[in-house]
C-alpha cells in the first residue's frame, strides 16, 4: 500500500459574490427568470384582480363569492410567501422540508381550489343583474379566475415533472 504524500496540493475557490444581506440572505434573480417563476408572478397578478375585483361589489348578498374569496385570498396569500421563500433561497436553508413535495401538493391542492373557485363564480354571475356595474366585475373575475386557474394547472405539471426529477424514473435508476 502507497503511502499518503506528506504534501496534497489542493485548490481552493472562492465563493462567488452573493447579492444579499451579510451572507444569509441572497436574492435568487434566476428564479424570476424561471417558468415556475414567471408562473408564480402571473398567479399572483391575476389572483390579486380575482379578489379586488369580488372585493369591489357587495359580494356579501351571494354567499357562493365568500367561498370565491376565500380561494382567492388563500392561494394569493401562499403564493405570495412561496415566492418569497424561493426568491430569498430560504428553502436552502430550511432543508429538513422536502420543498418538490411541498410545492406539488400546494400547486394540486390550488388548482382544485381554483377550479372549485371558478365553477362557483361563473355559475353566481349569472343569478345577478346584467345591468349592474358588479355584474361587469363578476364576470371579469371570473375570466381571471379561470386564467388563474390555468396558471396554477401549468404550475402543478412543472411541479411534477421538478418532484418527478426530469424524467427518470425508479426502472431507469435501477442497475
Known amino acids: 500500500m502507497a503511502e499518503f504524500p506528506s504534501k496534497v496540493s489542493t485548490q481552493t475557490s472562492t465563493p462567488e459574490a452573493s447579492r444579499g444581506i451579510s451572507g444569509f440572505l441572497s436574492f435568487d ?28 361589489t357587495n359580494y356579501r348578498q351571494y354567499s357562493a363569492y365568500g367561498w370565491v374569496m376565500f380561494v382567492a385570498i388563500f392561494c394569493w396569500l401562499v403564493t405570495l410567501i412561496l415566492f418569497v421563500i424561493y426568491m430569498l433561497q430560504l428553502q436552502r436553508k430550511m432543508t429538513i422540508i422536502p420543498w418538490p413535495i411541498v410545492i406539488l401538493g400546494y400547486h394540486v391542492a390550488a388548482t382544485l381550489l381554483y377550479i372549485t373557485g371558478f365553477i362557483t363564480c361563473a355559475a353566481s354571475v349569472q343569478t345577478t343583474s346584467k345591468v349592474t356595474e358588479s355584474y361587469n ?37 435501477q442497475a
Open 137 to 173: 366585475k363578476r364576470a371579469a373575475a371570473s375570466f381571471f379566475a379561470c386564467l388563474v386557474m390555468i396558471a396554477y394547472g401549468a404550475s402543478t405539471f412543472f411541479s411534477f415533472m421538478a418532484w418527478r426529477g426530469g424524467g427518470s424514473n425508479a426502472a431507469s435508476a
Open 29 to 56: 434573480v434566476d428564479f424570476v427568470r424561471s417558468i415556475p417563476g414567471l408562473l408564480m408572478i402571473l398567479e399572483f397578478a391575476l389572483g390579486l384582480l380575482v379578489w379586488a375585483l369580488i372585493a369591489d
